[in-house]
């Protein structure tokens, strides 16, 4: 047997008995070998493949810009994002907007609206739609990421990264759901355009959230790889993937608040199959990325 073919039966059979990935584990352990970083070479693989767990939040906190790619400052840079974690949540204390008793995910809110300079003057003020995103977004990351000031950082620059880097992209997200979902099933998208129900599809749950709330953790994880990675456009293939897979119970629904209602609460157990086709769909539509020399 070859080496090629060797590996091949190895990495058929590490599928077989549930070790898909060890090829690509080994494949990112040299990767983040490097003194300094590849971040294009991050990002490529971060597309390609799905992060390992142990991994995660290493290369996200790099491709989000939290650590820089030199190995060395990684400690110094760390300390002063701590010592910096620590500041903001004394200041707010000390203003009495949050306390010990405050749940976390709100006291990442407050931190990020004081950094932001949109912390309100009351924290009985009623929040804002953008607010609840983050919210939403800080959720589902708190029970991917353990570290507290990790997960904080992490979830501060993934929003940002939504408002800024994908602030143009995000509003076109239903238009090519409606394209791509045409393309996969033309008589599903009839259906939902004779019930009206396409203007009024979970759009926020999907795209502004990115699913938080909507997809289990261990699921959601491998689709925001992709979005921390450059892409918005896999938030679409998840959404066609969604109507796709609930195609006869859609197909059975025959108004739009039903339709809806049932897309926000969809079943938990097929998510992982589901993110899986999403994200052989997109490769499909828009190529696998390939590193570039």
Known sequence: MTEDSQRNFRSVYYEKVGFRGVEEKKSL????????LDIEKLC????????????????????????????ESHTQVMMYRKGQYSDVLHALKVVRFVSDATPQVEVYL???????????????????PEDEVFLAIAKAMEEMVEDSVDC???????????????????????????????LEDSRLLSHLKMCSAM??????LWFKR??????????????????????CKILVFVAVEI?????LKVMALNNS????????????????????????LWHKHCGTPVHSA
Request: glycine share 2%.
């Open 29 to 36: 352990e040299i990767l983040l070998k490097d003194d300094r």
């Open 44 to 71: 490529t693989f971060s597309q390609r493949f799905p992060l390992p767990s142990m991994y995660r939040a290493l290369v996200w906190k790099v491709l989000l810009g939290i650590l820089p790619p030199h190995h």
């Open 110 to 128: 407050r931190m990020y609206q004081l950094e932001s300079g949109k912390l309100p003057r009351s924290p009985s003020f009623p929040l804002k």
């Open 152 to 182: 904080y950082w992490i979830t501060r620059c993934f929003v940002n990264q939504l408002n800024n880097k994908y602030r143009d992209s995000l509003p076109q997200l239903p238009k090519a759901f409606e394209q791509y979902l045409n």
């Open 199 to 204: 203007s009024r599809l979970p759009y926020d």
């Open 210 to 231: 990115c699913f938080a709330g909507c997809l289990p953790e261990s699921s959601l994880q491998r689709v925001w790889d992709k979005v921390v990675s450059g892409s």
């Open 243 to 247: 109507l796709l897979t609930f195609k």
């Open 257 to 280: 608040e039903k339709i809806t209602k049932f897309l926000e609460n969809i079943p938990q157990d097929s998510s992982d199959a589901i993110v899986s086709k999403a994200i052989d």
